[in-house]
Every structure is written in structure tokens, then in C-alpha cells.
Nanobody, 118 residues
Framework: VQLQASGGGLVPAGGSLRLSCAASGFTLDRYAIGWFRQAPGKEREGVLC????????YFSDSVKGRFTTARDNDNNTVYLQMNNLKPEDTAVYYC????????????WGQGTLVTVSS
């Protein structure tokens, strides 16, 4: 059972990146997927979550209007589209899976680094 986050990199301010969260060993369609990030020297924070049905809940007001997420159940993958990136978005981004029946994120990806240059 594994989640693999990928797609991070170095991007100038105002640029875009799309992160992927791919699952192996289980199917994502019965899980809510949360995106989290941890900036250098800061605690991990929630970014947003997509429910099993595809609804999005934002945990961070700072990404509203810039970040969106989508599911591709055929490919067992969830995406995080990040537009108009800002230097303060620099962080390691993690995806995590939570059964719709419970509050705990059971599976975590290893994280992918996003660096936004000013």
C-alpha cells in the first residue's frame, strides 16, 4: 500500500505546477485525499481535500482561487493544480488518504518539494 506524490520542482513566481498523487495497493475511489504542505521551519498545514465524490474543501484561504484538485479514478491518481504560485507556497507537499468513514489520514505519500522563486 503506497501513495506516491510527484511533480514538484522549481518555478518562478506566477508560474504553475501540477502535482500527482498516485496510489498502489489500494484504490482511491473510496478515499478522501488531502493535500498538505510543510514549509521550511514551519509546521505542516492542510491545503485542501477532495472527497470521494469529488467535492473540494479548502483548509487554507491563501490558496483559494489558485489551487484546484481533481480525481482520475481510472488511473488511481489525484492531482493538485497550482496556479499563480507565490514564494510563500514553497514547501514540501504531501498527499494523504482518508477513508470516507473516518477522520484519520491512514496513508501518506513521501512528499514532493515545490520551490517558488521570487
Amino acid at each position: 500500500v503506497q501513495l506516491q506524490a510527484s511533480g514538484g520542482g522549481l518555478v518562478p513566481a506566477g508560474g504553475s505546477l501540477r502535482l500527482s498523487c498516485a496510489a498502489s495497493g489500494f484504490t482511491l475511489d473510496r478515499y478522501a485525499i488531502g493535500w498538505f504542505r510543510q514549509a521550511p521551519g514551519k509546521e505542516r498545514e492542510g491545503v485542501l481535500c477532495i472527497s470521494a465524490r469529488g467535492g473540494t474543501t479548502y483548509f487554507s484561504d491563501s490558496v483559494k482561487g489558485r489551487f484546484t484538485t481533481a480525481r482520475d479514478n481510472d488511473n488511481n491518481t489525484v492531482y493538485l493544480q497550482m496556479n499563480n504560485l507565490k514564494p510563500e507556497d514553497t514547501a514540501v507537499y504531501y498527499c494523504a488518504a482518508r477513508k470516507t468513514s473516518g477522520p484519520t489520514y491512514e496513508y501518506w505519500g513521501q512528499g514532493t518539494l515545490v520551490t517558488v522563486s521570487s
